[in-house]
């Protein structure tokens, strides 16, 4: 039985408690009456356990920790340990639907993102003038944004090195540099080649399959590369 109705025209929200109901009708209103009380600090919402929730990124309080022997992941969010803990049992239980696609992931999130592949959707267009350029990824909207502020966050923390970039990854793949780190090796049996990059990688295994992938496309021209 869900004898609270919202009275708004159209939707049909109906739940057992009068509290859901009071809560449900502040995304009609817009009413946010719970409120950060961090100095400096104007998030607001509609539900106190939200503003609980909140109140962690000001304190780095993280109650919500994983159980699995040796791991020490702890987290703000219940949501975030349930996400976590897939990564030890290997569970999930989100699979895509399109006809003959066996994708999965462990979060609806990583589900909707792959979606767009099937899609072509790409729901986050560049602001910048003159550039056309969309994506399907918030996070790949923000890496390129870059390119056009010059912004480069990532910034390497070995003394007297002044390298920075516009990409997390790129950063990793530069501290190899510094650690002599060669995560990278040649599967060939006798061979003992390693490296800090996957594309070097890439190149050096057609030296062992005699891969060409790159013809040229001058006509009549046979060579390969």
Known sequence: EKPYACTLPGCEYACSQSANLTTHMRTHTGEKPYI???PGCEYACSMSANLTT???????EKPYICTQPGCEYACSMSANLT???RTHTGEKPFPCMFPGCEYVCTTSGHLKTHKLTHTGEKPFPCTFPGCGKAFSQSQSLKVHMRTHTGEKPYSCTKPGCEYACS?????KVHMRAHTGEKPYS???PGCEYACSVSA???VHMRAHTGEKPF???????????
């Open 167 to 171: 990409v997390s990854a790129s950063l």
């Open 215 to 225: 013809p040229c496309e001058h006509e009549g021209c046979d060579a390969a590369f």
């Open 200 to 202: 070097s990688l890439k």
């Open 186 to 188: 040649c599967t060939k």
């Open 36 to 38: 950060c009380t961090q």
């Open 54 to 60: 909140h109140m962690r990124t000001h304190t780095g």
């Open 83 to 85: 996400t976590h803990m």
